[in-house]
C-alpha cells in the first residue's frame, strides 16, 4: 500500500481524502463542498493504487470530477438515495433520475426544466409501467426532486427561474439551467452495457473461478477485498454472515490492518464479529448515539434489551437464528422489473452472473417480544416523554417503530414475526445513563426551544 510511504504529519490528510470519496462516489467542483476536489487532486496516484488494492475499487480523477467506480458483491435494501429532506427514492424518482440523465446527455449546453420534462415524458412513454404527466402535481414533485438531485452534484445549475414555481404550476414558472457534461458523463458509467444482462446478478462480483476439473477455485485476495468491502459498507460484520473463507479473511488482523490503515477507522473486534468505529464523523451517514427524540429513544431502548437479555431473574427469552437476509427476493423482484424488450437475449452471458454466497449459519440469538417492546416504549414515555418532541409523546408506537428502525439499520437488532433478535454489537450500548437537562428557573436571555434528554 502506498500510504505506507507517506509521511506521518500527512497521514491524516489522505486518510480524510479516502472517507471522503468513499462517502461520496462523484465529487465535483462544488458537490459535497469546494475544498474536497482539490484534496482528492493532490492524493489522486495513492488513493487510486490503495483503493484498488484494498478495495477493488477503481478511482478516476480529472480536473473536474473524482468518481469512484465501487462494485458490489450483493444487493442491499438499505442502501439508496433520498431528497434533500431525506425522503427515500421511490421507484417513480429513480426512473426520472435515469431518464434524465439520459436526456441531459444528448442535450447542448442549457436546458429549461419544461423541456426536459418533455424528453424524460417521451423516453417514459415507451417504458412500461413508467410515464410523467406534468398536468399530475405528484409527478412534477418527483421529477422535481430528480432534477435537485442532480443539481446539488453539479450536473446542472440554475441559471434563471425557480423550479419551484414550475412545479406548482408549470404554465406559469419555469427555470434554465446550464448544463456540465463532465459531471452528466461521470454520473452514469456501468461495467457492462445493461442491454446485455439478463439478470441484475450480472453487475455483482464473483470471487471464485473454474478450475480444469469443473470445480471453485477461491481466489484468497479477491475474497480479502470482499471482506474489506463489507467492512466499509456495513456498520457491523458478524462471522455467522459469511461463509467459511470470508469468516477466515475477517478473522486474520492484516485484513482490517489495511482498511484501518486506508481511512483512519479503527477496528474493533470481538468474537462474534468486526465493526469499524468511525470517530471523526466523516464516513458514517447515521451517526449513534445522535440528537434527537427517536435516536435518543433507541439509545435506551437498546440498553433496555441488553439488561432484559442479561437480566438474571427474568426468564430467558427464545433463541433464534437469523432470518434470510431477503438477498434471493430482492433480486428477484429487481429482475422482474427489466424491461425484456430491450434486452439482447443473444448478447447475454449467463456464467457472468455469479452466485452470491451464502454465511455459514448455525448461530442463534435472543428474541426481545413485540409485547415487551412496547410496554418498555411506554414506560420510556413516561419516565422522559416531557423531553421528546411532541409527534412522538402522543404515538408510543411509531415512536417504537422508528427506534426499532434506526437499530435495525445499524445492524444492532432484526425484526423477525413477533419481535427482534438482539444482535452481540447492541451490547456496545449497555448500561446507558441518562441525565435531563431542565431550564434554569431564573431569567434565561437565550432560552432554548425544548428540553434535551442527554445520554451518556
Not at 438515495?81 to 446527455?105: H, I, K, Q, S
Not at 427506534?403 to 433478535?421: C, D, Q, S
Amino acid at each position: 500500500m502506498r500510504t505506507r510511504d507517506i509521511p506521518a504529519l500527512e497521514v491524516d490528510s489522505f486518510q480524510r481524502a479516502a472517507r471522503l470519496i468513499l462517502t461520496h462516489h462523484l465529487v465535483t467542483s462544488t458537490f459535497p463542498d469546494r475544498n474536497v476536489l482539490p484534496l482528492l487532486r493532490r492524493w489522486a496516484p495513492e488513493l487510486r493504487d490503495d483503493l484498488l488494492e484494498v478495495l477493488g475499487y477503481r478511482l478516476e480523477v480529472t480536473e473536474t470530477t473524482a468518481r469512484l467506480f465501487t462494485v458490489a458483491d450483493r444487493l442491499d435494501p438499505g442502501a439508496g438515495t433520498a431528497t434533500p429532506t431525506d425522503r427515500p427514492f421511490d421507484r417513480r424518482r429513480y426512473a426520472y433520475l435515469a431518464l434524465a440523465v439520459a436526456a441531459l446527455g444528448r442535450s447542448s449546453g442549457q436546458i429549461s426544466l419544461s423541456e426536459l420534462a418533455e424528453h424524460v415524458a417521451s423516453d417514459a412513454s415507451r417504458i412500461d409501467g413508467v410515464d410523467l404527466a406534468t398536468d399530475r402535481a405528484a409527478d412534477r414533485d418527483a421529477f422535481v426532486d430528480a432534477v435537485a438531485w442532480l443539481a446539488a452534484r453539479g450536473a446542472i445549475a440554475l441559471a434563471d427561474g425557480d423550479a419551484g414555481g414550475w412545479a406548482s404550476d408549470p404554465g406559469i414558472g419555469e427555470a434554465l439551467y446550464d448544463i456540465d457534461r463532465s459531471v452528466v458523463t461521470a454520473l452514469f458509467r456501468p461495467p457492462r452495457a445493461l442491454q446485455h444482462l439478463g439478470s441484475v446478478r450480472g453487475l455483482l462480483t464473483g470471487s471464485d473461478r473454474e478450475v480444469g476439473d469443473g470445480s471453485r477455485a477461491v481466489d484468497t485476495a479477491e475474497v480479502a477485498r470482499r471482506v474489506r468491502r463489507a467492512l466499509v459498507q456495513r456498520p457491523v460484520v458478524y462471522a455467522d454472515e459469511l461463509d467459511e473463507d470470508e469468516a477466515l479473511q475477517l478473522a486474520l488482523p492484516r485484513t482490517t490492518a489495511a482498511v484501518e490503515l486506508l481511512t483512519g477507522l479503527v477496528a474493533e473486534r470481538r468474537a462474534e464479529g468486526v465493526a469499524l468505529v468511525d470517530t471523526s464523523g466523516r464516513l458514517s451517514d447515521v451517526r449513534f448515539p445522535g440528537t434527537g427524540t427517536v435516536a435518543q429513544v433507541a439509545l435506551l431502548l437498546g440498553g433496555e434489551i441488553c439488561e432484559r437479555v442479561l437480566d438474571p431473574d427474568a426468564p430467558q427469552p427464545a433463541q433464534m437464528p437469523l432470518p434470510p437476509d431477503g438477498h434471493a427476493s430482492l433480486v428477484a423482484a429487481v429482475d422482474a422489473a427489466i424491461p425484456r424488450s430491450g434486452v439482447f437475449a443473444t448478447l447475454t452471458d449467463p456464467s457472468a452472473e455469479p452466485q452470491v454466497p451464502t454465511g455459514r449459519g448455525g448461530g442463534t440469538y435472543p428474541l426481545i417480544e413485540d409485547a415487551w417492546l412496547a410496554a418498555t416504549v411506554g414506560r420510556l414515555i413516561e419516565a422522559y416523554g416531557r423531553t421528546f418532541a411532541a409527534q412522538w409523546q402522543a404515538d408510543p408506537a411509531g415512536l417504537a417503530h422508528a427506534a426499532l428502525t434506526l437499530l435495525e439499520k445499524l445492524r444492532l437488532v432484526v425484526r423477525v414475526p413477533g419481535g427482534v433478535l438482539a444482535l452481540p454489537a447492541l451490547a456496545r450500548f449497555r448500561g446507558v445513563t441518562v441525565r435531563v437537562r431542565d431550564r434554569d428557573p431564573q431569567i434565561d436571555l437565550f432560552p432554548d426551544e425544548s428540553n434535551e434528554v442527554e445520554l451518556s
